[in-house]
Structures are given as structure tokens and as C-alpha cells.
């Protein structure tokens, strides 16, 4: 067939072999971006409707070949086969890997990237498990709300605690309920407004005011965002008080300002400094790439994605009651909320499910600075359990094994005498156990799996042990 030698003697019709985006992503469980994103970088060839080669496609009339990307995605799966193999983990079912790229991604979960948290088919397959709807799960490590979301969509209600003020604010956005038409009224003409900004657009009376706030935290902002992006950023901040869901688009700012920062594309979770020159894009196959001027473009994309996730979560969700409490797990005062005069009073929490923070592999707070900066917001680095900075020695291990300890003896004051504490972690370093002594509680069960991806670059092959522990008696 023209334009493609490797269908060989295979008798196909041009309609069935060559695909639009959207048929090729359905046939294999990705999106129409991430098909876009292999034509775009080369890792599959363009077509036209006939299946000639071509450089570039009228709209509407790109098609990819059926053949290659089956061969793509096949070879994709065994470099995934191999990394999976290296772990000696007989059965892989917990990592999910048949599981599509949408599915894992789906509404609210990719409302904002948020690194460390654990893909939601993982917490839902134990929540069915182990929780029935109506029962109360508690999240002491709540990140952002993947526990919390997970319960919504099962009738679960759930209590998560969190530390950082930021992911409080994502948490919230995602279990908020929302009239959708003023929603996306919203969310689409904050958007053009701001695409409609230029130098000579800003009023007078704001440009003083705007250069002002762009030498926050310290130069912070002006050190890792091109001058217009930060103009544009700081433009739509100006205008979110004249707006009802001002939360919701202050995690809509973070999402665009974190994409749009001058960085290496393939680096936006851990960038060490500004890039400001042309480079060769690790991410993309080695293309020369720029860094990011103005947030015009992607700020147009992901509005209309938070409308779509947010319309998307809410069909879905089924009615359970969520809260978030921002605080610390081993010192919260949960007698405020389950105490006589506590929202949950007379209650009694059926279980934990929970993925606590690894030792000495994330800054919680420092991967969301530009939020912290952006928006004013008070910082706890001191108060994190095993960050980053303090690093995996002696010390960080006794440090964190007695802060999850502490954090498990506080809440298993209000969990009932049957309770199941599902706990995630990558205990390499063999600290579970001696926490759960310390808090109380025995190891009944351990589910092994593997995990596809460390981090965006990362790829080594590593695996997380759910725990499956009870009160002891």
C-alpha cells in the first residue's frame, strides 16, 4: 500500500490501516494528544487519507498507520515487560499495567501534577475491597485528595490531613461541587481575557502595581519566568477576586505557570536552574527546543481541560461526604471533629488507606514554589516527614520511622477495633514493621507490586509493598 512498505502483503483498505487521531487513540487506550505528541516527534510517520507520506495534513486530514503505532505501543510494552521482569514480582496485576494512559489520568486526578502520589485503580481496588459505601476511610497523608477522590466516586466518605496549604487548596478544588455553567463561564473568560493582554493593554494604573509584584519572594518569580509569561500570570492573578471560583482558578494559574517556567521541557518536576537558550530536548527526541515566553497557549488548553475533568467528576461522584483537614497527622486534634461537638461526631473511622511520604525523596513544598510564590502562601518545609533535604542517612530513617509511628498512634484513636490500615510504601529500607510495632498495630498481610515510573527521567525499576495492618489487641 503507497506510503507504507511494512504492511507487506497484508490486504487492507486505506480506511481501516491508516487512522484519524481520535480512531488511533481508541484502538489503543491513549488520548488524541498523545497520539499527536508521537506524530509531532517523529515516533510515527504522517499520512494523508490516502495513505500517501506526507509533511504536513489539511485539518481533519492527518492519519497515522494502524501497523506502526501497534508496532510502537508493542514495543513500548516490552521495554515496560523487561523493567517489571528485573523485580522478580510474580504477579503484576497491582501495577495496573493494562490499564490505559486515560484511565489513569481520568477527571480530577490530572486536575494539577503533583509528584508522589499513587495512580487511582490502585486505591480503588482496595478500597472495594476493604470498604463499603457509607463507611468512613481516613487519609492521614492526603497529598492531593487521590484517597478522597477514589471514595467519592465508591459512596465512601473520607477524611484526609494534609500539611501543605497548597495541596489542601488542590484537594479542596477537586472534591468541590460546582455549578458547571458558572464554572466554565468562568474559568473560559478569565482565560481570554488574559490572552487578549500585551504590554500596551495593561491599564496604567496595574503596570506599576505588576512590576512591583513580580520582585516577590526574593525575585523568585522573575528569575524562572520570561517577562511576559510573568506579566500574563500576574494579570490573571489580578483578576481572580472579581470571580466566584477563586480557588479553582488559582489551581488553574499553578498548573499553567508550572508548565511555563524556563525550564527543560523534560524536567518540569525537579529543575535545578533557569534555562533561557535554545537546547536539545531530551524529551523530545533530541529536537532543538524553546523555552517557554508566554502562557497564551497553554493556559487556552488547560481551561478547557479543568472544565472537562471538573464536568467529568462530576457525573461520576456519588453522594459522600469529604473533608480535608489542614494540619499535622501526629499532632491534629481529631477529638475536634469526632468529639460530641464535632462534625463526625458518633463516628468511628473504618480504616486507613494512605501512601505516607518516602524518605529522603521529595520536598513537598519546594515542587510547588512558584504556587507558593504566586499566591502568598505559608510554607511548613519544617513540619515535612522525610524530605528531600535531609537525605536517607541514620538519622533521616529514625527520624521518619518515628514520625509516621507518631502519626499512626494519633489517628488510631478514632478508628474502629476492626479497622484495615492500608499503608503504600517502598520499604527497601525495611522500616515498616518497627513502625507498626511502634504505633500499636501488627502486619497481617503484604501485597507486593511493581512501578511502571519512578519519575519523569527516572526509569529504574522499583517496587511498593502495600500493607495490610490491624489494632493490636
Not at 242 to 247: A, N
Not at 276 to 299: D, F, N, S, W
Not at 324 to 345: A, C
Request: aromatic residues 8%.
Amino acid at each position: 500500500m503507497a506510503g507504507n512498505p511494512a504492511l507487506g502483503a497484508q490486504r487492507v483498505t486505506a480506511s481501516e490501516e491508516f487512522l484519524t487521531l481520535e480512531d488511533a487513540a481508541a484502538l489503543v487506550g491513549k488520548t488524541s494528544s498523545n497520539i499527536s505528541y508521537l506524530v509531532q516527534y517523529n515516533r510515527l510517520r504522517r499520512y494523508n487519507a490516502r495513505g500517501d507520506v506526507v509533511t504536513r495534513a489539511p485539518n481533519g486530514g492527518l492519519r497515522v498507520s494502524r501497523t506502526e503505532l501497534l508496532g510502537y505501543v508493542e514495543a513500548w510494552n516490552r521495554r515496560i515487560r523487561s523493567r517489571m521482569d528485573a523485580l522478580k514480582i510474580g504477579d503484576t496485576s497491582l501495577a495496573f499495567l493494562d490499564v490505559p494512559e486515560r484511565e489513569r489520568t481520568r477527571h480530577v486526578h490530572r486536575l494539577h501534577p503533583y509528584l508522589g502520589k499513587f495512580i487511582p485503580q490502585l486505591v480503588g481496588h482496595f478500597l472495594s475491597r476493604y470498604f463499603e459505601p457509607g463507611q468512613l476511610v481516613l487519609d492521614p497523608f492526603s497529598g492531593s485528595a487521590t484517597t478522597l477522590v477514589e471514595a467519592s466516586e465508591r459512596g465512601i466518605d473520607s477524611i484526609g490531613i494534609e500539611i501543605s496549604e497548597f495541596n489542601v487548596l488542590i484537594s479542596n478544588v477537586k472534591l468541590a461541587e460546582y455549578d458547571i455553567p458558572q464554572m466554565e463561564k468562568e474559568v473560559l473568560e478569565i482565560s481570554k481575557r488574559t490572552a487578549k493582554l500585551s504590554a500596551r493593554e495593561i491599564p496604567r494604573v496595574k503596570a506599576p502595581k505588576l512590576r512591583r509584584e513580580a520582585r516577590e519572594g526574593g525575585g523568585y518569580l522573575e528569575m524562572w519566568f520570561a517577562p511576559r509569561s510573568l506579566r500574563e500570570m500576574l494579570y490573571f492573578r489580578s483578576l481572580i477576586p472579581e470571580y466566584e471560583h477563586q480557588d479553582l482558578l488559582k489551581v488553574l494559574l499553578s498548573r499553567t505557570a508550572r508548565s511555563c517556567r524556563l525550564v527543560h521541557h523534560y524536567d518540569l518536576a525537579t529543575p535545578k536552574e533557569p534555562v533561557r537558550e535554545p537546547y536539545a530536548c531530551y524529551k523530545h527526541m533530541g529536537k532543538t527546543c524553546q523555552p517557554v515566553t508566554t502562557i497564551v497557549p497553554r493556559l487556552r488548553f488547560y481551561s478547557v481541560d479543568t472544565v472537562r475533568r471538573i464536568k467529568e467528576f462530576q457525573r461520576v461522584r456519588r453522594s459522600a461526604a469529604s473533608q480535608v483537614i489542614q494540619g499535622d497527622s501526629r499532632t491534629v486534634d481529631l477529638h475536634d471533629y469526632f468529639g460530641p461537638t464535632g462534625s463526625r461526631r458518633g463516628k468511628r473511622v473504618n480504616g486507613i488507606f494512605t501512601s505516607p511520604p518516602y524518605v529522603g525523596q521529595i520536598d513537598y513544598h519546594e515542587q510547588h514554589r512558584y504556587a507558593y510564590e504566586l499566591f502568598g502562601m505559608e510554607r511548613r518545609d519544617a513540619l515535612e516527614i522525610g524530605p528531600k533535604v535531609r537525605g536517607k542517612g541514620e538519622r533521616a530513617r529514625s527520624d521518619y520511622g518515628r514520625s509516621i509511628a507518631e502519626s499512626l498512634r494519633n489517628v488510631r484513636a478514632v478508628l474502629s477495633r476492626d479497622a484495615a490500615v492500608l499503608v503504600v510504601a517502598n520499604d527497601r529500607l525495611g522500616l515498616y514493621p518497627g513502625i507498626f510495632e511502634a504505633a500499636g498495630m501488627r502486619v497481617e498481610k503484604r501485597f507486593e507490586r511493581p512501578v511502571e515510573d519512578r519519575t519523569e527521567r527516572d526509569k529504574r525499576p522499583y517496587s511498593e509493598t502495600v500493607f495490610l495492618a490491624r489494632l493490636e489487641d
